[in-house]
T-cell receptor, first 112, second 115 residues
Framework: TQLLEQSPQFLSIQEGENLTVYCNSSSVFSSLQWYRQEPGEGPVLLVTVVTGGEVKKLKRLTFQFGDARKDSSLHITAAQPGDTGLYLCAGARMDSSYKLIFGSGTRLLVRP | ETGVTQTPRHLVMGMTNKKSLKCEQHLGHNAMYWYKQSAKKPLELMFVYSLEERVENNSVPSRFSPECPNSSHLFLHLHTLQPEDSALYLC??????????????FGPGTRLTVT
């Protein structure tokens, strides 16, 4: 069974602080996606990383795919209250890229 | 906004009721998905349709019955549900081109409560 473990599960920080969320697996993925979900809504796709070692930036968010394509991280610089939400990573299986394996999520609260 | 709509947004039903959830995607995608999201559990894939054919059925109880009449519409028919089926049901779509990555776009979900 492929599992994606996210850490931490919960994070409460002050506005302006930096944070990193981790997504780890023992399995190799063909690609990995990060989503943000707000209460009462569906997940919204933030980024897809495909190449081992790839780094993508989205404003204050930096996403990295591990060299071996087994892990990923999301770093947020100078967090804002608008960053509050549930962050989900999802890996695409090597044998079936339409099937995503989701992590259990990191719930982030950014206090003003 | 995301191009995937779901109705209803909230549903309360008794265990003997029959209801249906509807999903519509306006993105021109050819694959659609049903997921279940329960508290403190990762998203669970229930069904996948690609080119209107069911390609994945993850040991979902028969009280859940999917239907995909065309590539833009997906239904989830519900009957004789149990209280543990209460959850957020999410629909998603993607473009299956034969090569990855298949980025999935989600609807807002239907919050289902079974009483």
């Amino acid at each position: 069974t492929q599992l994606l473990e996210q850490s931490p599960q919960f994070l409460s920080i002050q506005e302006g602080e930096n944070l990193t969320v981790y997504c780890n697996s023992s399995s190799v993925f063909s690609s990995l996606q990060w989503y943000r979900q707000e209460p009462g809504e569906g997940p919204v796709l933030l980024v897809t990383v495909v190449t081992g070692g790839e780094v993508k930036k989205l404003k204050r968010l930096t996403f990295q795919f591990g060299d071996a394509r087994k892990d990923s991280s999301l770093h947020i610089t100078a967090a804002q209250p608008g960053d509050t939400g549930l962050y989900l990573c999802a890996g695409a299986r090597m044998d079936s890229s339409y099937k995503l394996i989701f992590g259990s999520g990191t719930r982030l609260l950014v206090r003003p | 906004e995301t191009g995937v709509t779901q109705t209803p947004r909230h549903l309360v039903m008794g265990m003997t009721n029959k209801k249906s959830l509807k999903c519509e995607q306006h993105l021109g995608h050819n694959a659609m998905y049903w997921y279940k999201q329960s508290a403190k559990k990762p998203l669970e894939l229930m069904f996948v349709y690609s080119l209107e054919e069911r390609v994945e059925n993850n040991s979902v109880p028969s009280r859940f019955s999917p239907e995909c009449p065309n590539s833009s519409h997906l239904f989830l028919h519900l009957h004789t549900l149990q209280p543990e089926d209460s959850a957020l049901y999410l629909c998603a779509s993607s473009q299956d081109s034969g090569t990855g990555p298949y980025e999935q776009y989600f609807g807002p979900g239907t919050r289902l409560t079974v009483t």
